[in-house]
């Protein structure tokens, strides 16, 4: 676990990040990480000196199982709210089958599937969430249902989840798991008009200031 600005910090699940946001009401998670490593959250937790019973909320930016894989047992586990995109839920709480790409079908051979949980806030437009100081934007392509947040701290903080991914610089998410590549583009424009110093992502290193710039040199 590293802190990218006070109270936001970044927990490495295998491949993937999950990310928490320490607030003076509880914690707020970005994302679950994988199934069966929810041992890594409840470490992340011990470390700030809150536990699992301490997440109010879990935002979920899209539906793939290496983000959501820990929703149901954490769910369980905190009582939460769970906010994700209307276009995703369904794929979320079970009642539509994942269209998994190749890749993906070859990942679910070694890797646990999400189990279903409910979605308690099935977001329809963009703008302010229900948890304060958090701002929905729809960034489709890697999914339909692909939300990125933007949170009110330290200048502007982007939960950017696989709308791109992180390392010495931004960059467009991997091919091989973005159902749309035309809209995933036009998501990284949108998400270049914002303002943001700060980035985190699903996969790379966070870029902790010129965000936005970095996103606007992405797409020229």
Not at 185 to 194: I, N, Q, V, Y
Request: charged letters at 20%.
């Amino acid at each position: 676990m590293r802190q990218i600005v006070d109270g936001v910090f970044e927990v490495g699940i295998g491949f993937v990040h999950a990310h928490l946001v320490v607030t003076d009401d509880g914690v707020i998670l970005v994302d679950t990480g994988l199934a069966g490593r929810t041992a890594a959250l409840a470490a992340a937790l011990q470390e700030t000196r809150r536990t699992v019973g301490d997440i109010t909320a879990i935002l979920l930016t899209h539906w793939h199982f290496d983000h959501t894989g820990g929703l149901a047992e954490l769910r369980r586990g905190s009582g939460a709210r769970v906010v994700a995109h209307h276009l995703d839920t369904p794929t979320i709480d079970g009642t539509r089958p994942a269209a998994l790409t190749r890749l993906q079908r070859l990942l679910s051979v070694v890797l646990k599937p999400a189990e279903p949980a409910p979605v308690d806030v099935a977001l329809t437009v963009d703008g302010p969430t229900p948890i304060p100081g958090f701002t929905a934007v729809h960034t489709p392509g890697h999914t339909a249902g692909h939300v990125s947040y933007l949170l009110d701290r330290a200048g502007g903080v982007l939960f950017a989840g696989d709308a791109a991914s992180g390392g010495s610089r931004v960059r467009r998410p991997l091919g091989l798991m973005t159902e749309d590549r035309a809209r995933s583009e036009e998501s990284l424009r949108r998400l270049a008009g914002l303002s943001f110093g700060t980035v985190v992502f699903g996969h790379g290193k966070a870029v902790t200031s010129g965000g936005a710039d970095s996103f606007r040199a992405l797409v020229g």
